[in-house]
Every structure is written in structure tokens, then in C-alpha cells.
């Protein structure tokens, strides 16, 4: 009894491993083979060769097993297989330190490229410009080196992905350095993305990152010869300007001279990691990766680490994205583009929710996508302990293959030669495949037998019957899954039978003038007749009229009409105006039953005009809306039209012109011309015409001598009354001399102020009365210039 329990446990283990390893056989393994020694391998990427057999590349630290040779610590190992797992031939590549092959690419010639990172400086290895750089290999069919080089600066550069491009191949990778073959660096790690010829020369190279670590992993193809390049990014400045959360999936959209066009961030507010990516046909990408996150451009999480599949167009806009995985870690690495869809490769450590089973600590997790995303069917291999696989293909006709590493011995790995082991699996293709036909249209009446070509299998369809076929004589979605041995498979079709679902354009309606309507028969058929003529079974309307479809399907005929009408909002504000100086104007923008918006905010019809500027106004009726729009402008008075002359001198022209750009003038006198000659004093007005609107100045001209007042007598008697012979100015002067003279022609008095009069005496004395001369100098202003004037005259002194 002591030994039985032991027994019945590993019994107990055995069947259940039996059980749990035969659910979900979709895919039939064709052989499970691990490669290696006593130390660590380890398959990073695995390529269907032209010539049926299998390229594998990783690296290995071994000295003994399957790797024929080492030049010290880890080399790059490519291993050539035949169909059935055989090695052909293998190869190891290096120096003394560690190289690691993540890459491979079968050129036209047969020849390889083989890529990865060196820390060597030896053995096979030269030009080593530091700590690690990229390390390139072409090699003959063979194997056989045909030339290596060296790629980096005085830090740490390393490549993940060769693929390529016209006129040469583009490599992704991240570096630190900012010398050698590399011109700067923003902090940490950049992504690092150049291009060789077949030679290996390096014809232009790029990186693009911010103060922290950013990972470039895979390119791509896009639109006219651009390139997708993807990968982690941690900075949030530099080129990073979106940056969501911890760690995003980084995307540029590079020229093919590696040029940055645009860089988009994705991802939530935790942590994402993108790993490879697969070009498409329309330029864009699907990108295999990991997320932490459950919101932001994540569409949910089952916990811990899942695998997320985001797919962009060639403008880096999100077509689809979804995760998959279960309660524990889950993580998707290669991709490859099968007949019907899609194939990842990664590892799961769940046994929940997407993930139907686990043997171990980690398994090699596949899973087929259909081409929206949608999980066809996913499957675990591997053993009790860490299998992973990073890689991924698809053999048209023959099935998948997968390769990663493992540490099993048991289950799916048939041993163990060391430690962690290369690993590549061979699978067949799907052995469950379901095809119920295309979506079907039936007239009237007609029925339709779907009967699924499956041997050995269950069926369950869409309204909970078993049997082996389904009759349908009625519109509806009709699916049923078939189950073998626990491989399930689903398949839908859409039937309509017509005139039992209404060919219906929708009712009569009333557009807005400018909108679009787009008719679309939304029937299957094999024919449609439009009262346009078209034959197809959408038409955009931009008129008013009564359309009609007719739609055809062998005998069967439907039709529909739809009266399509157009509300045109009529109303002018006017061409653009100009008006005068204080005048007003009245915009109209009346509608019956209608609603208004004007520029200031008002809401009335119509809205007077004050001041110049740009006036609209929205007019809204029955959920249409018009706008117009007009210019008002003012003429104003100009600043100055005549000159400010005050004084005109005996003798003296003055011309007076107002010189005012596109005017015409009409003068007091009725002259038209523009300018006047005065040579008198008086009143003048002139009457201005500019852009319709008329102004009008006047001025008023003195003689110059009536600018100052002299009297002509005076009597200093004592009485305070004209006691002192003094001039009055009677507008503003600027200097000022008087001077009086007796008939000898001696000079009495002298005053620099116009209001210091003499008083009749000299030197004190009271002088004699009689006849005095009298001179005075002065200057006015006239027109803002100083006019020098002078007037002489007598005056009598009377006691």
C-alpha cells in the first residue's frame, strides 16, 4: 500500500497530460525536434527556404551535440533542415564574446543574409567599433562566408529584423552611440534604422528617439516604397510627441531615403511591448506584441501580460486591434500570412480564458487570425517546464512551422541535450476546414439544402439542431460548427430570399441644398437597373427627382422608388459695400419661418451697419442652414483737405491743394480744378468728391498787416487813459521790435514785448509835443511756417 499512491498519482498525471494533449487538434504536429548540446540554444527566426527546406537561426554556447564548433561563449548558429527535421547542414558564427542571430534572408541568388549583434573583436569577427554593434553576414548557399561586417559606433548597437527593399535591404535595430556609422543620439537607446546594398555598404542611416529607451524591431514595406518601422518606446519628448503610457508601441512612417513622415504612439496607460510586425497589402501592418494595459487603444486584458495584435493602414489609423491571452502571461512574438489569415507564434503561461491549455511553466502558444483579427483556433505546445516559441511560418499547401526554445524533455519535446534547447516544430495544415458557400440570394419559394463536407465530425447549428445538413427557405444568418474529436470549426453564410425581405430605399425625403443622399440596395442580387442607369447597387443623389431601383435575381425581380426633394434657403446680403461717413445701411436676410445668427450674436433678420468690417450671418430653416457673407467699408473724411493758411501778404500767391489720391474738387468759384490760385484775402471753400461721397473745407485769409493794431496818437498826461503809445496784436506772434524815432532820426525807445509802450519820454525828460516816427519787425505763422513782417508809421504826442 505505501507504493500505490505514487502509482496512482503518476497515473493519474499520465492520463490527464493524454487527455489534455489531445483537445483542440486542429493542427496536427508533424514532428517536434530540439537541437543543441549541453549548454543554451535558442531559435530566433526560421525562414521556408526556395528549395523545400527549413533555415533556422539563434545562437548557441554548446561545444558539444549538434553545434560542430564555438569560438567562445554564445555564436550565431543557422541550422538547415530537410522536410522531416533532418539537419543537412548547420554552422556556427563569432568571436570570443557573444553573438546572437536574430534574423535571416534568402536572397534571389541563393545566397543569405544573416543578422544580429557581436560583442567580438575576433575569430570571424573584424571592425568591431566598440562594446556591441550589428553584425551582418552574406553567406554562400552553403553557409560559407562571402563577407561579414561590422556596423555601430564607440556604445551599444544591436538589430532585430533584415528585409528587402529596392536597391538594397533596410535593417532595424537601437543604438546608443552617436559616432562611427551613426550621426546622433537623443539619450538612451534610439531606434536605429539603415540600409546596405548587397555588398554590405551602408548608404544612409537614421535614428529617432528621445532622452530614454526606444526599441526598433521590425520594418516594413508601405505605400510607394515608404517603410513602417515598430517597435517599444519609453521617452515622451524628442521625436516621441504622444506618448500614453508606461511603455507604448512606437510606429514610423519613414521615405525611402529613411526620412521621418509621421510617428504615432498606441497603447494604454501601462505598459505595451511590440516585438514584429508584417506588412500588407495595403501598405500597412500588423504588429504582434504584449500589453499590461486595459484601456486607451487596448480593447481589454484577461490578465497580467496578453498578446495584442494591432493592425494599421498605410496612415498608421487603427483597422482592427485584439488581445488575446489568459489570467497569467501571455506573449506574442512572430507572425506570418497564411492562405485564410493570419498565424502567431509566442509563448502562454495561462490556462484560462483565450488559452484552452498548459503543460508547463510556459508553452509554445500558436494561434490562427482570421483577417479581421477574429481567433480561429489556438494551440499550446511544450512540456512541463519553459518552451517558447519567437518565430513563425507558413508552407502553402504543407502547413506551419514554429521555432523558439525549450527546457522540456517531455509531452510535445522528445528530450533534452543540455539545458534550453532550439526548438522547431513541423505542423500539417488545417485538418478541420468548413465552407458553406457564398452568401446565397433564393426567390420566392426556393429553398436551400447547406450539407458541410466534413467526415467524422458532430455539427451544431445556429437554432440548436444536430443533423448533418440544414434546409433554409428564409432571410437569415445561418452557421453551424463542426466538432471532431474536440477541433471545432465554424463557418456562416447570409441568405435572402427575395421579395421576402422588402427592397426599401427609405421614404421620402427632404435634403438640404448641397448634401449627398446615398441609395443603396440593400438586397442581395445578381442585377440592378437604377432610374439613373447605373448597374450598381449604390448611387449618390445631388438632385432632386424620383428615383428607382429594380433588382434581379434569376427569375425573381423587386423594385422600390423614392421621391427625393431639396430645401434652398434663398436670401443676399448684397454685393460687398462702401458707404460715407455716417451713413447707415440695413442687411436683410429674411426668410419666412426661419432662424438667424449673426456675426455679433444677434438673432433678428435683419442688422444695421455703423462700421466697416466683415458681416455674416447664418440662416437656419427645417435643420438646413445658409450662410452669407459681405464686406462693408467706409469712406472717411480725409485727415486734411486745405492747407491752414490764416494770412495772405500783399503780393504773396498761395495755391491751395488739397492733393488727395482719385478725388475731384469743385472750388467756390465753380472751378474744377485741383488747386486754386489766391492772391487776395477772403473766404475759400472747395467741395471734395471721393468714391461717391463728398466732403467739404473752408478757410478764411487775412491781410498780413491787420495782424497788428498801432495807434497813431497817444497823450502821457497821467489820466491812465492812452497814456502809453504801444502796439496790439491781434493773433500770435513769434518776434517782436519796435522801435521810435525823432525827426533828427535819434532813437527815443526801443521794446522787445509788443505790450511795453514808450511813455513820451527820453532819458527821463517829458519831450515836446510834435510828430514821432515809429518802426516794427515782426513774424506770424502762416501754414506752419514763420513769416517775417515789418509796418512803420508817426504818431502824435499830445499833452
Known sequence: MPTLAPKLSFLFLFFAAQCLAQQKECVIPLWSKNYGGSGNEQANAAIHASDGSLLVAGYTNSTDGDPTGNFGNRDYWLLKLDSAGNILWEKTYGGTANEIAKSVLELPDGDLLLLGSTSSADGQVNGNHGQEDVWILRLS??????????????????????????GGFVVAGYAQ?????????????????????????????????????????????????????????????????????????????????GNLIWAKNYG?????????????????????????????????????????????????????????????????????????????????????????????????????????????????????????????????????????SSLSDDIDLPGNKGQRDLWVIRLGPDSLQLNLGNDTLLCAGESLTLKPEVDDATFLWQNGTVSDSFTVNSTGTYWVEADRQGCKARDTIEVEVLGEVPLELGNDTVLCAGETLMLQAQILADDFLWSTGSTANTISVIEPGTYWVEATAGQCKVADTIQVDFLTIEFDLGEDLLLCEGEKTTLDATVENADYLWQDGSTAPTYTVTEPGTYWVQVGESGCIEFDTVEISYQFRPDSILPNYEYICENEVIWLE????????????????SKLRVIQPGDYRVTVLLNGCSFEDAISLRPCESCLYVPNAFSPDGNGINDVFRSFPVCEIFYFEMKVFDRWGNLLFESYDPSMGWDGRFKGKKLQPGTYAWWISYEIMNNGKRIPLSQKGEVYLML
Do not use: H
Open 141 to 166: 548557399p552553403a553557409g560559407n562566408i562571402v563577407w561579414a561586417r561590422c556596423y555601430g559606433g564607440s556604445d551599444n548597437e544591436s538589430a532585430e529584423k533584415i528585409i528587402p527593399v529596392p
Open 177 to 257: 552611440s552617436k559616432d562611427g556609422d551613426l550621426q546622433q543620439n537623443q539619450g538612451d537607446f534610439d531606434y536605429w534604422i539603415f540600409k546596405i546594398d548587397g555588398d554590405g555598404n551602408l548608404l544612409w542611416s537614421k535614428t529617432y528617439g528621445g532622452s530614454l529607451a526606444d526599441w526598433a524591431y521590425s520594418p516594413s514595406l508601405s505605400d510607394n516604397g515608404n517603410l513602417l518601422i515598430t517597435g517599444s518606446s519609453f521617452s515622451d519628448d524628442g521625436d516621441i510627441t504622444g506618448s500614453i503610457g508606461f511603455y507604448d508601441y512606437w510606429v514610423l512612417k519613414l521615405s525611402p531615403d
Open 268 to 404: 494604454g496607460p501601462f505598459e505595451e511591448r511590440a516585438y514584429n510586425s508584417l506588412g500588407t497589402a495595403d501598405g500597412g501592418c500588423i504588429i504582434t506584441g504584449a500589453t499590461l494595459s486595459t484601456s486607451g487603444d487596448v480593447p481589454g486584458n484577461n490578465g497580467s501580460y496578453d498578446c495584442w495584435i494591432l493592425r494599421l493602414d498605410a496612415d498608421g489609423n487603427i483597422t482592427w486591434t485584439q488581445t488575446y491571452g489568459g489570467a497569467q502571461e501571455d506573449r506574442a512574438f512572430g507572425i506570418a500570412e497564411a492562405e485564410d489569415g493570419y498565424l502567431i507564434s509566442g509563448f502562454s503561461s495561462s490556462m484560462s480564458g483565450d488559452v484552452s491549455n498548459n503543460y508547463g511553466i510556459k508553452d509554445g502558444w500558436l494561434l490562427k487570425l482570421d483577417d479581421n483579427g477574429a481567433l480561429l483556433w489556438e494551440k499550446n505546445f511544450g512540456g512541463s517546464q519553459d518552451d517558447r516559441f519567437y518565430t513563425t511560418g507558413f508552407i502553402p499547401g504543407e502547413g506551419f512551422f514554429a521555432a523558439g
Open 658 to 673: 488739397p492733393s488727395i489720391p482719385g478725388a475731384s474738387y469743385i472750388w467756390n468759384d465753380g472751378s474744377q480744378n
